[in-house]
């Protein structure tokens, strides 16, 4: 069974940042894209950033500027530092392996990251 294993989010005021981490197994990791997505209440998730094996990263409109995804190749785990968090950056956060923009497994529980004053 694919683990995917997130932490790191909590409730931050807004302007303030927060680091989310994703672990999985070292074969998800060597061998496909990663990503982190968000789903808020009533919505479907979004895939906000990602990144290949070779650390090309790509990121939806919304967070650009704010947000860098980075991974860790020896510790298997991906990385999301969120800056100048919005109200509308509200959501549960996931990290799953991705593929042309779909995400290929199981989710995790995922990280519940709440910005308000």
């Known amino acids: 069974q694919v683990q995917l294993v997130e932490s790191g989010g909590g409730l931050v005021q807004p302007g303030g940042s927060l680091k989310l981490s994703c672990a999985t197994s070292?074969?998800?990791?060597?061998?496909?894209?990663m990503g982190w997505y968000r789903q808020a209440p009533e919505k479907l998730p979004e895939l906000v950033a990602s990144?290949?094996?070779?650390?090309?990263?790509a990121y939806v409109d919304s967070v650009k500027g704010r947000f860098t995804i980075s991974r860790d190749n020896a510790k298997n785990t991906v990385y999301l530092q969120m800056n100048s968090l919005k109200p509308e950056d509200t959501a549960v956060y996931y990290c799953?392996?991705?593929?042309?923009?779909?995400?290929?497994?199981?989710w995790g529980q995922g990280t519940q990251v709440t910005v308000s004053a």
């Open positions: 799953n392996a991705v593929r042309f923009g779909v995400s290929l497994y199981a």
């Open positions: 070292r074969s998800i990791f060597s061998t496909y894209d």
């Open positions: 990144i290949t094996r070779i650390n090309t990263t």
